[in-house]
């Protein structure tokens, strides 16, 4: 199956196209820069219309998007211009290919501050920032387009991803760098929010089982991990396998906002069940690997 991936060149995109590439599917990879297979903005029609309708292929991934929650708060429009507009070009795209499966990545940030754990696809939606708008409105379009098109749309709600290529700043490439240092860790609000982190490895995995299974068509899943820890146990873990010195500070909430923690985490039964769905790397394991990697990594 030949795959078109946009944001192929972000985080989880380079895990995503690697991960088809050594499974036999045949990524053609589409983003702003880097080294994708092809360049171009998902927001350019002419694009849209003109470059990638001319290429080949059976089905896309729809990863592009503006992620970084500060700037989407900072400049909404932007925010919705991609992630929204954006995804409406893929989709109709995807009606004039008869493409064999859309599947659309969403986020865990479309339900907010859970009331409930853990969270099962029918939790009711609860966005806060332009970001989770923006996933809420990209998934009411593709699944307009399932619904009045046919497009064969597939969706996922991930948690906390981590991995190879993250981005300094997030959580556990910060614990990383931190820990290898032997710096002090500061854990604000104690580090008490709690979630389910995985290796993007898996999540990868996920994406394969849903282009493969008719079963997935109509369907959002949600993601994370097999465990689920605070984030202070998440940096105790870190530690524990970098064989750090590091303290763990306990520091005060940033903000009042921040004072209740935040405890979310997925209920992934519905994705085993209908994708027999198993993971590829355990905790520890995409931790170790990450570890690895960032001790090569030049910006380590």
Known sequence: MRVLVTGSEGFVGRHVMGYLRSHGFEPVGVDLAGHPDIVGSVVDRSFIDG???????????????????KKTIEDPYSCYQVNCFGTLNVLELAVKKGVKRFLYASSANVYGAPKKNPVTEEHAMDPRVPYDYSKVIGENLAMSYFKTKGVPVSMTRAWLLFGEFDHPSRAVPFFIRTCLKNEPVKLFNSGRDVTAPSHAANFAK??????????????????????????CELAERV?????????????????????????????TEKMRRLLGYEYELNLDEGLTRTIDWMKKAPSS
């Open 51 to 69: 470059k990638l309708a001319k290429t080949e292929f059976d089905a896309i991934v729809h990863l592009a998007g503006i992620a970084d929650i």
């Open 206 to 231: 996920l994406v394969a089982r849903i282009l493969e299974n008719d079963a997935a068509v109509g369907q959002a899943f949600n993601y994370g991990g097999a465990e689920t820890l605070s984030i």
């Open 239 to 267: 530690k524990r396998l970098t064989n750090s010195t590091s303290e763990l500070q306990m520091m005060p909430p940033r903000s009042p906002a921040e004072t209740e923690p935040q405890v979310s985490y997925p209920s």
